[in-house]
Every structure is written in structure tokens, then in C-alpha cells.
């Protein structure tokens, strides 16, 4: 019986830190969807509306309030680039932050 717990006591951090890192990697993966969608959520607002301050907001709703979001205006077209902060930090495996990017064409 002892040899059973001493191999259990072994192995289990391994396991933990697994399934730790899956969950990690599972949030980064679902916050770089909802990145990626707030930056086409904001450029389909700025197409619409042509107001900058909504489509910051839109974005904001979309991926959370701490998402930094940039507009960049140029001939026709915006250019928004959505930064999200990942909420677990899991061993220094994963990014801070995921970006998205998506490019809108204004409505003239």
C-alpha cells in the first residue's frame, strides 16, 4: 500500500500542473475569439455610424471593459486593432494579452 501512495504523490502535481495549463490554454483560446470578434464588432459599428466613440464601446461590450482598442483612419477605410488582457496567468506558458484585427471600410 505504501508504494501506491508514494507513486500517486508523484505523479498527481504532474497531472495537476496538465490540467492547469489545458484550462490556461483553453481561456487564451476563447479570449482571442472574443478579441477578434469585438475588433469586427467595432469595425461593422464604425461602418454604420462613423462614430468612433461607439464603435470603442461595442468593442468594450463585446470583449470586457479592460480591452484596449486602437482605430486607425486612413482613405476609405479604418483599421482597429482590439488588445485583451487573459485573465490566468499559468506558469509564464501564456501570452499577457491576444490582439485582434479587423478592417473596416467607411460609409460615404
Not at 501506491?4 to 508523484?10: G, L, P, S
Not at 469586427?40 to 461590450?61: K, L, N, Q, T, W
Not at 476609405?76 to 485573465?87: E, L, N
Request: aromatic residues 4%.
Amino acid at each position: 500500500p505504501g508504494t501506491v501512495t508514494a507513486e500517486f504523490a508523484m505523479i498527481l502535481p504532474a497531472v495537476m500542473a496538465l490540467a492547469m495549463l489545458l484550462l490556461g490554454l483553453t481561456e487564451a483560446v476563447r479570449k482571442s475569439l472574443d478579441c477578434q470578434d469585438a475588433a469586427s464588432v467595432a469595425a461593422r459599428e464604425i461602418f454604420i455610424s462613423g462614430d468612433d466613440a461607439r464603435a470603442v464601446a461595442a468593442a468594450r461590450v463585446a470583449a470586457g471593459e479592460r480591452t484596449v482598442v486602437q482605430l486607425q483612419h486612413s482613405e476609405g477605410h479604418v483599421v482597429v486593432t482590439t488588445q485583451c488582457p487573459i485573465a490566468a496567468e499559468v506558469f509564464g506558458a501564456l501570452p499577457f494579452a491576444v490582439t485582434g484585427k479587423a478592417t473596416g471600410f467607411l460609409n460615404e
